[in-house]
T-cell receptor
Framework: AQSVTQLGSHVSVSEGALVLLRCNYSSSVPPYLFWYVQYPNQGLQLLLKYTTGATLVKGINGFEAEFKKSETSFHLTKPSAHMSDAAEYFCAVSGSAGDMRFGAGTRLTVKP | KAGVTQTPRYLIKTRGQQVTLSCSPISGHRSVSWYQQTPGQGLQFLFEYFSETQRNKGNFPGRFSGRQFSNSRSEMNVSTLELGDSALYLC????????????????FGPGTRLTVL
């Protein structure tokens, strides 16, 4: 079975500081991994995805994530936080049957 | 292209009633997935439809059902509503590939917020 664990339900950073949101996965098949962002009262928007190939994946809004098989991790980073980055972030893995399994989410707060 | 649309956006029902939610995917997308989002349980996968057939199903009781039409539009039905069914129901569409493994981007609608009183 596939699953993801997001470490830290809340992360707070100052504007301009590094953003690091942690995700560890479990998968019985080569994983397809995703990061989504959700703004209040909206659906989810894909930030980036890893399927095969390059392990460092670049996404929208300056975010990137690195797939580390040895650590079963797919952490999301952004060098410099912006106020507009405040939102909830979800890590997800595609199950072997094609279903998506989401983590519990991490709420990012950006302080001025 | 128009995005994924969900109707209605807000719904208030009472216990015991049933409800039908609608989702129109992006044109050309054949896969539609439904999710339930609650503060306590987070995002949980309900089911996925592809070409009018349920391809995957999450761990929800039989009160939750769905269907997909030939134009890929999908409906989700919840019968005998319970207080715990109050949630944001999200629909997502993707191009979909035969075989089931999803690595196409899923595009989410804004959701339907269901409140059960």
């Amino acid at each position: 079975a596939q699953s993801v664990t997001q470490l830290g339900s809340h992360v707070s950073v100052s504007e301009g500081a590094l953003v690091l949101l942690r995700c560890n996965y479990s998968s019985s098949v080569p994983p397809y991994l995703f990061w989504y962002v959700q703004y209040p009262n909206q659906g989810l928007q894909l930030l980036l995805k890893y399927t095969t190939g390059a392990t460092l994946v670049k996404g929208i809004n300056g975010f990137e994530a690195e797939f580390k098989k040895s650590e079963t991790s797919f952490h999301l980073t952004k060098p410099s936080a912006h106020m507009s980055d405040a939102a909830e972030y979800f890590c997800a893995v595609s199950g072997s049957a094609g279903d998506m399994r989401f983590g519990a989410g991490t709420r990012l707060t950006v302080k001025p | 292209k128009a995005g994924v649309t969900q109707t209605p956006r807000y719904l208030i029902k009472t216990r015991g009633q049933q409800v039908t939610l609608s989702c129109s995917p992006i044109s050309g997308h054949r896969s539609v997935s439904w999710y339930q989002q609650t503060p306590g349980q987070g995002l949980q996968f309900l089911f996925e439809y592809f070409s009018e057939t349920q391809r995957n199903k999450g761990n929800f009781p039989g009160r939750f059902s769905g269907r997909q039409f030939s134009n890929s539009r999908s409906e989700m039905n919840v019968s005998t509503l319970e207080l715990g069914d109050s949630a944001l129901y999200l629909c997502a569409s993707s191009i979909g590939l035969a075989g089931g493994r999803t690595y196409n981007e899923q595009f989410f609608g804004p959701g339907t917020r269901l409140t059960v009183l």
